[in-house]
C-alpha cells in the first residue's frame, strides 16, 4: 500500500528521476537513506519500471509525428500476434495500443518526413495480410507534453 509520501516520492521521480537520494530526502521531508529506501521500494514493487531520457525528436531530424490507427480485416491470435511483430520490428513506431471501436490499433509514430510517413504507411503496414484499412494523423503541435501520472488519486 502506497502512504502519502510515497505518492509524492513517485511525483517528484516522474518530473525528474535525475534527483539523488539527498535532494529527494529535502524535497520530501526525509533522510537520504529513507527516501534512497523508499525509491528501492518502490522499484522492486513494481510501481517503478525504468529510467529513460526523454530525447528531443526534432534534434534527432524526426519532423513528422503521427497517430496511425490500423484496422484489421482478419482477426484471431494468430494475425494479432504477426501483426505485433511487425510494428515492434519498427523503430518509427514508438507506441501501439490496441483499441476498441472502428479502429484495431493506434500507433504513434517519428519519422523525418512525409516521404517517410507515406513509405511507412504504404509499403511497411498496407501490405500486411491483415491489414484492410490505415488512416493517419499527422501532429501540427503539441500542446502538452506526455506527463507524469497522476499521483493524487487513490
Known sequence: MLDPTDLRLLNVLQKDA?????????????????????RQRLEAEGYIKSYVAR?????????IQAFVQVQLGIHGPEPARDFARLINSRS?????????????????????DLGALHRLIHEVLMPHPSVTRVQSQIVMDQLKQDGPLPTDTP
Request: hydrophobic share 40%; net charge negative; charged share 20%.
Open 18 to 38: 535525475h534527483l539523488t537520494a539527498q535532494e529527494l530526502g529535502e524535497m520530501l521531508n526525509l533522510s537520504p537513506s529513507q527516501a534512497g529506501r523508499r
Open 55 to 63: 530525447v528531443a525528436p526534432d534534434r534527432l531530424g524526426l519532423a
Open 92 to 112: 518509427e513506431v514508438t507506441g501501439a495500443w490496441t483499441l476498441t471501436g472502428e479502429a484495431d490499433y493506434l500507433l504513434r509514430v517519428y519519422c523525418a
